[in-house]
């Protein structure tokens, strides 16, 4: 097995003991290895921390001595794009920026999550008069390009 099978076996196993925190994404180039995670609620650097400690000390383990890796455990970034249907129930209430798959672009407050179809409100026009009111938009998950929560430093 791989170096890059072995430490996705283990992420795997050690995220048994953290079920509120999943992979979103595993990179692995070379010697370097990473692993993007989130979580149900916010994720904070102690279950980050956690995870990595947990991940070294078991590669450390199986993986011979003479093998030259490196392994960083992150979070997506605030502007990282959301990639999964589970990083979304955190956010209600918040405005996104939606790229559908026909490339249609929306920008509207996530309302709710109704199994996999997204719930947004959002103005038809860019630059809406204030006599006009917000529709609301649900989207299946699966028709979304891409997601980006719009940061509001208000």
Known sequence: MSVSQTLNEI???????????????????????????????PLGIGAISAVS??????????????????????????DSPLKMLRQFPKHIGREFEIILADDTTI???????????????????????????????SIPFNQIKKATIILSFK
Do not use: M, W
């Open 11 to 41: 992420l795997k196993s050690v995220l048994l003991e953290h079920p509120n925190v999943f992979l979103v994404e595993a990179n692995h180039h070379q010697q370097a290895h990473e692993f993007i995670l989130d979580g149900d609620l």
């Open 53 to 78: 400690r947990s991940l070294n000390h078991f590669a450390e383990e199986q993986l011979p001595a003479e093998e030259i890796y490196t392994i960083d455990v992150c979070s997506p970034g605030a």
């Open 107 to 137: 920008k509207g407050h996530l309302t709710a999550i109704n199994n996999e179809d997204l719930t947004f409100d959002y103005f038809k026009s860019a630059k809406p008069k204030k006599s006009e009111l917000k529709e609301s938009i």
